[in-house]
């Protein structure tokens, strides 16, 4: 089980600091890291065009510190990617619980931590994210299987290797084979379809997975919206 809360380094008694602001040159330059391995850094490039949207956004950033010949930035990427992914299943299952709720209350262990939540670390949102799979369990059932991942082993490992590289000199070598591995448990959640309604008559709606065909621009498909689809 993720733990809840990230580890803290001295000068960030409030919680985990960014990755940008943890990392200096000098405690990179002390840092013994070996080459990643290419193979895996190619599997996970295959799955952009697979990945929603959003995700996707954040896994072009890999490849972009790839192609820049940046080891350190592809690191950094990764742990983002497995940061990002949480956060998705969390936008989803706060969607599938107003759904199923209505008008009705929150559960009070989701009200609670939903009035916690304020500037989040990567360990909290998976609290968070755990706290709302549990709820959704009972109020969706067929939804389990979407966020069992996020109790799985392979986010405790990525969110565990990415606590060490940014407070405990950790060489972050395994992140590839560790969002890889989430990417593959994640992906009950990960392959759904993630559709936006353009019109209702005549009817057309987009596929937002992958990369657009422009900045901002997506496939319109000029037919009629899949049932299940929110308009």
């Known amino acids: 089980m993720v733990d809840g809360s990230d580890r803290q380094s001295d ?30 850094l190619d599997e996970l490039a295959a799955f952009i065009a697979e990945l929603p949207e959003p995700l996707a956004a954040v896994a072009i950033g890999v490849e972009v510190a790839r192609d820049e010949g940046d080891a350190t930035g592809v690191r950094k990427r990764l742990f983002e990617l497995g940061a990002a992914i949480v956060r998705y299943a969390m936008s989803i299952e706060l969607a599938l619980l107003a759904t199923a709720l ?48 996020v ?19 950790g ?18 959640l990960l392959s759904l379809p993630l559709r936006v ?5 005549p ?15 997506w496939r319109r498909q000029r037919k009629a919206v899949p049932a299940g689809v929110s308009t």
């Open 203 to 217: 009817p057309s709606y987009q596929e937002r997975r992958g990369v657009p065909l422009r900045p901002g621009v």
């Open 11 to 40: 000068g960030d008694p409030g919680g985990e600091q960014p990755l940008e602001a943890s990392l200096t040159a000098e405690s990179l330059a002390s840092r013994r890291t070996n080459p990643l391995d290419e193979d895996v």
């Open 197 to 201: 309604v353009t019109a209702l008559d």
């Open 171 to 188: 060489s972050g070598d395994q992140a590839p084979e560790q969002t890889l591995a989430l990417l593959h448990d994640a992906e009950p």
């Open 151 to 169: 109790n799985g082993k392979p986010l405790a490992s990525l969110l565990d290797a990415r606590n060490r590289f940014v407070h405990g000199g």
């Open 102 to 149: 209505g008008d009705t209350s929150a559960p009070r262990p989701l009200g609670k931590a939903l009035s916690r939540a304020a500037r989040l670390t990567d360990g909290q949102w998976c609290s968070l994210a755990r706290t709302a799979a549990s709820q959704l369990k009972s109020l969706v059932p067929e939804a389990a299987e979407l966020f069992a991942f």
